[in-house]
């Protein structure tokens, strides 16, 4: 039996880009076809894939050409961010250039604009970054390596913002903010609360809701829940696969008529 698909917006007839999104799937190299044959039965229900960043376990470049043969030629554009795990070992330009030899776009602070039943859909992706949230994050004061902490979130919600507002005034009819960091506390319910401010900010969030979007895709918290909100009222989904419990998630974004 097919999974239920979340919608957007309840209701209505009109043209939908299907979205296909996974994060957090830490190929290895025992991993080769894992997800080759869920990944096949993409151009028959989505429109685009993307992946939320924790691609690999150790960010090596061997783990990177395993996940690039799981989604080469998959038949949909695929879109990405990198994660935590993927900087691992300090290789992400190799990883990202493996990656992008097999046809993925992978973004950080940059944007992807595919045309997609005759409108345009853009991507804005960054990584992003910890610091908590509303009322318990960390803030730039003190000692040079909490500034420089904070201001690594800051530079990626800043990069998220303008990359947002060039889609707007590029005419995309969608707006799709990706991350792997969350953006809101909602999605992280079920990790402990200990842990938040190392899951994400509320920057990326402040960033979403400035610039516009009409979903956000995050990933990294593998308790965590997959449905939450902005205060601006984006919709928000963590995309991990220990959350959504299959190879990829399906949202439908309707376009306007």
């Given at each position: 039996m097919s999974a239920p698909v979340d919608r957007a917006e309840p209701g209505g007839?009109?043209?939908?880009?299907?979205?296909?999104?996974?994060?957090?799937?830490h190929l290895g190299?025992?991993?080769?076809?894992?997800?080759?044959?869920?990944?096949?039965?993409?151009?028959?229900?989505?429109?685009l894939l993307l992946l939320a960043g924790d691609l690999t376990r150790h960010?090596?470049?061997v783990e990177a050409e395993v996940v690039a043969g799981e989604v080469a030629d998959v038949g949909v554009p695929v879109v990405a961010v990198l994660g935590n795990h993927d900087h691992h070992s300090e290789e992400e330009a190799a990883v990202s250039r493996v990656l992008e030899g097999a046809g993925v776009a992978v973004l950080e602070g940059a944007t992807a604009v595919l045309s997609l039943h005759g409108e345009r859909t853009g991507v804005a992706g960054t990584k992003g970054f910890c610091g908590g949230f509303a009322g318990r994050s960390a803030g730039e004061f003190g000692e040079r390596e909490m500034k420089d902490f904070v201001r690594v979130t800051r530079?990626?919600?800043?990069a998220l913002r303008r990359s947002l507002t060039e889609l707007a005034d590029d005419g995309c009819a969608l707006r799709i903010a990706l991350t792997h960091f969350a953006p809101v506390p909602d999605t992280l319910a079920g990790e402990p609360r200990e842990i938040y401010p190392f899951l994400g900010s509320y920057l990326l969030a402040e960033a979403m809701d400035e610039a516009g979007a009409d979903l956000?895709?995050?990933?990294h918290?593998?308790?965590?829940?997959?449905?939450?909100?902005?205060a601006g009222g984006i919709r928000v989904r963590n995309v991990a696969q220990p959350v959504i419990g299959k190879a990829y998630a399906l949202y439908h974004l309707p376009l306007a008529a």
């Open positions: 007839s009109g043209p939908v880009v299907r979205v296909a999104a996974v994060g957090d799937i190299p025992d991993s080769r076809g894992l997800l080759r044959p869920s990944f096949a039965t993409l151009p028959d229900r989505a429109d960010g090596t470049v530079r990626s919600a800043e956000a895709v995050h990933g918290a593998h308790l965590g829940t997959e449905h939450g909100m902005t």
